[in-house]
């Protein structure tokens, strides 16, 4: 039998973050010592008051279904966290997901259908691409990399990429894969836009407690944008909770009744004990973020220094923690080279629109990333 797959299947690719980490792995269980700069995940374990948590609330039964939109007691700590950033939203305006992707997803699906047009500030997270084409709609691309990629001096571009025909924005702040954190100023341009063009704002936040230095705004601050903006977040990357799967949005309530349909219907809720660990992450474990931020700052800095030691330079991370690293024209051969020669695995910068480049994750010790970048300024990739 000869199944037929439908278009909205077939138009995507696979992940090609996980593809490397999937190639990488397979290196290492043929014997490779790889040093894995791809991951986009914390090398900290999950702190121990948010295991505790997790576990109490299995050990006290909660392992049963919870309402669709997740247990109240965490949609209230989520609505206060939202408030400490200057978001406006009741625990009703939010829904708990299993991961800020399923969060991602259940956005656009509610919101774009086929022909609409959706724009990426490029390089953007490789999933968004994929996510538009499953649900029908059309890319436009505005390309950040002459611009060290900061929206601030590409504002024109992104002007001219918009139209009354847009629906959907998504801005993510500090960015996967650069670091870049946007300035108000170029909130504020998005914002303008936004209210000229009548369009919707997804904005992904999801690396926002992950910062050196400069404090991010939440777009759905801004005058105007409160009523048009869906911020995205979630527990996987500042709460080292990657397995865990869990997320959030808060948008307008109709948005939040539509999209939860799609939510009930798929995923069900997220995890009831994950949840209640969860609340225990929001209320209790302010000093561990600050501890892994002050590391990933660390290591940033001497992925800096280290590329300068090789005269690379870089756009420098004011947070999340990735960087850009300038390569050949063909970042898809250099990286195949990379992880076959040096060992070293990196993600082509192509599969975030923006080819020349490859992502380097600093989510490593300082051993592994000088271990790194050495193999592969030995074997000529530098």
């Not at 990735?322 to 024209?329: C, E, K």
């Not at 490859?358 to 074997?379: K, M, N, P, Q, T």
């Amino acid at each position: 039998m000869t199944m037929e797959f439908t278009d909205r299947v077939t138009r995507v690719e696979p992940s090609a973050t996980l593809a490397i980490s999937a190639l990488a792995t397979e290196l290492e269980a043929d014997g490779a010592d790889v040093v894995d700069l791809s991951v986009g995940e914390p090398d900290f374990p999950t702190p121990q008051n948010i295991t505790d948590a997790g576990q109490d609330a299995m050990d006290a039964g909660h392992t049963g279904y919870t309402t669709s939109a997740g247990i109240l007691e965490l949609r209230e700590a989520i609505a206060d966290k939202l408030a400490d950033d200057g978001l406006d939203h009741t625990a009703d305006e939010i829904i708990v997901t299993p991961g800020a992707k399923q969060a991602l997803y259940e956005i656009v699906q509610a919101l774009i259908q086929d022909g609409d047009e959706v724009v990426l500030l490029d390089p953007a997270w490789v999933s968004y691409e994929a996510m538009v084409k499953m649900a029908g709609g059309d890319l436009t691309r505005v390309d950040l990399s002459d611009a060290d990629f900061q929206l601030e001096p590409a504002l024109d571009d992104l002007a001219e990429a918009v139209s009354d025909e847009t629906e959907l924005l998504v801005v993510n702040s500090p960015s996967n894969p650069t670091g870049a954190v946007y300035s108000d100023a170029a909130l504020e341009g998005v914002r303008d836009l936004a209210v000229e063009h009548d369009i919707t704002v997804i904005s992904d936040e999801i690396y926002k407690e992950i910062t050196y230095g400069v404090e991010p705004t939440s777009l759905g601050t801004l005058e105007g944008m409160a009523d048009r903006t869906v911020t995205v977040n979630g527990f996987s990357k500042a709460y080292s909770m990657t397995g865990w799967r869990l997320g959030y949005f808060a948008g307008p309530e109709d948005l939040i009744d539509q999209a939860g349909k799609l939510h009930s219907h798929s995923v069900s809720s997220a995890v009831n004990f994950v949840q209640h660990a969860g609340i225990e992450a929001l209320e209790n474990t302010d000093e561990a973020v600050e501890e892994m931020t002050e590391a990933f700052e660390e290591r940033r800095d001497l992925v800096v220094d280290l590329l300068d030691e090789h005269d690379v330079d870089v756009a420098v991370p004011e947070g999340a923690f990735y960087m850009m690293l300038p390569v050949d024209d063909d970042d898809q051969a250099w990286c195949e080279g990379a992880i076959e020669d040096a060992h070293v695995a990196t993600v082509p910068g192509s599969a975030f629109g923006t080819p020349g480049y490859a992502r380097i994750s600093y989510a490593a010790s300082a051993e592994r990333l000088e271990e790194g970048i050495e193999r592969l300024a030995d074997e000529g990739y530098l």
